[in-house]
């Protein structure tokens, strides 16, 4: 049985405000000249889950920088107790100064090298003649050493979230009992050659339910219920270096931490929570290239995103945002784009820049009724000579304000088109056959008073459902590869020609 240590280290710098004329040990407050005050380095132990207790660490090398110069105070050693270890104090000369770096020894004199002490902001501070002032030192931790400390990251996530009553923590979470296996609710592995679990490489919170049937028959809650209620993420989320995907959903999540950044995640999966905003951490996240952000809080686009031209999958569903900012022109691989159910009116003019995707998906965007001039090229051309075509195949603009087809896509290259549920009551001849890729065009419930006759070999799938039109109405004698099982007019025929052939869970036969 493994035992759990539920302890780490954070560090804490103790400043008195003096002088670097001296950096010699002394005791407290004694034979200081008058413009010198003394510093002491603390470790203290807090409940962050990395090293087992202080009695790791024995000694500490500090460098700090004093205007534009670097100074490495010699080693000093720790004493203290279970709970605090301490430096001697340090005198130091009056002025500001920077944290440069630190390294913390073991017993044995052994580099402790898990501890990552990359500075990244809040290293400056300064020192005043005969002050004292407390100063944290940043500190993260680098890797995780074992697997064990996957048993330390999630214990630290049931301490900070639901708290010490161990009732309350996800039952499947066995941390006195057993090993992390794949039968842990909301845990993706990676499985080595013997089939065991080695890395968690994904974490799913879910507050709603989810019942699978168990190898004894029995059905059991899968979903992580417990953790409804979590406001935060906890921090810890930064040890675990192996996660690629995090997805929570169904909780009353309002923030994501900084620590993120530490991260290695590949998709990260926001659904039905109160966040509104997503840190300045995730322009650090470069292996985050999926982004999926479904009913949530957000009222403005998460333009931080845009500062990494990684992404390749965005999602957005029911997010009340106003606008698109210019600046997703930055996402040059961007292959699959959706943004249906905000607020929008227009989208910035870039699609010569974002031209890699397949489908653009637009719809249920009720104050949309324009399109980009920028749709209309096929063609993108390089620097220094040379194009590339462009990928764009399928549009869906269902639940818009359109009253055309926009002049943006009228051309060939475009193989569906969806406009449902728009307020289109007239189509042009000259449009239609201007798109001369197109096989699949969706029009139902538009207020149509007439469908032209037109000459077009590609189109194969046509709905007009709940238009006002019969057969009478549409001349489809100039479109020879439409079969009368694609063409429909009334909701009865296409539920008695497609429904059999579709599978419960919308995929087809």
Not at 265 to 272: A, K, M, Q, S
Request: proline share 5%; aromatic share 8%.
């Amino acid at each position: 049985m493994k035992k759990l240590k539920s302890y780490i280290l954070l560090l804490t710098a103790v400043l008195p405000l003096l002088t670097i004329l001296s950096s010699c040990n002394k005791e407290e407050g004694q034979g200081l000249l008058p413009n010198q005050g003394e510093i002491s380095f603390q470790f203290t132990l807090f409940k962050a889950y990395t090293l087992n207790d202080l009695s790791e660490i024995r000694s500490v090398v500090i460098t700090i920088e004093k205007d534009g110069v670097q100074q490495t105070l010699p080693s000093q050693s720790l004493s203290g107790d279970e709970n605090i270890i301490s430096t001697p104090y340090i005198a130091l000369e009056a002025g500001a100064y920077k944290l440069v770096s630190y390294r913390a020894f073991d017993p044995d004199g052994n580099l402790i090298d898990i501890l990552d002490i990359t500075l990244e902001r809040d290293n400056e501070f300064v020192i005043k003649s005969q002050e004292q002032v407390t100063y944290a030192l940043p500190v993260k931790i680098k890797q995780l050493i074992s697997t064990d400390n996957y048993y330390n990251s999630l214990y630290a996530l049931c301490l900070e979230v639901l708290g010490e009553d161990k009732s309350k923590w996800p039952k499947s979470w066995n941390f006195d009992e057993g090993i992390i296996d794949d039968s842990w609710a909301g845990l993706e592995f990676s499985i080595d050659d013997y089939g065991d679990p080695t890395n968690i490489n994904g974490l799913i919170i879910d507050g709603e339910p989810k019942y699978e049937e168990n190898e004894d028959g029995e059905w059991v809650n899968m979903a992580l219920t417990e953790f409804k209620h979590m406001k935060k993420l906890p921090a810890v989320i930064g040890n675990m270096s192996s996660l690629v995907n995090l997805t929570i959903r169904n909780c009353d999540l309002e923030e994501l931490p900084d620590e993120l950044r530490l991260t290695n995640i590949v998709t990260l999966h926001i659904e039905n929570t109160q966040l509104a905003k997503l840190p300045d951490a995730v322009a650090d996240m470069k292996q985050l290239i999926n982004i999926y952000l479904l009913n949530n809080q957000f009222t403005e686009f998460p333009e931080i995103l845009t500062q990494n031209e990684n992404i390749y999958h965005f999602i957005m569903v029911n997010e009340k945002i106003n606008e698109v900012p210019a600046s997703i022109k930055n996402w040059k691989y961007l292959a699959n784009f959706m943004i249906t159910g905000s607020n929008i009116s227009t989208l910035p003019d870039v699609f010569n820049d974002v031209y890699r995707m397949s489908v653009l998906d637009f719809s249920n965007n009720k104050n949309l009724s324009t399109l980009p001039p920028s749709l209309l090229d096929t063609k993108v051309a390089y620097e220094g000579g040379g194009y590339t075509e462009k990928s764009i195949r399928g549009i869906i603009l269902d639940g818009c304000s359109f009253t055309e087809i926009p002049a943006s896509i009228i051309r060939p290259g475009i193989n569906m088109l969806s406009m449902k549920d728009n307020k289109i009551a007239e189509l042009k001849k000259e449009d239609l056959e201007k798109m001369s890729s197109l096989n699949t065009l969706i029009l139902d419930r538009n207020p149509l008073t007439a469908f032209p006759h037109i000459n077009h070999e590609e189109l194969g799938y046509l709905s007009l459902i709940g238009c006002g039109l019969t057969e009478s109405d549409v001349d489809i004698t100039g479109m020879p590869n439409l079969s009368p099982n694609h063409f429909f007019l009334t909701q009865e025929k296409y539920d008695e020609i497609m429904l059999p052939s579709m599978n419960t869970d919308g995929t087809w036969n």
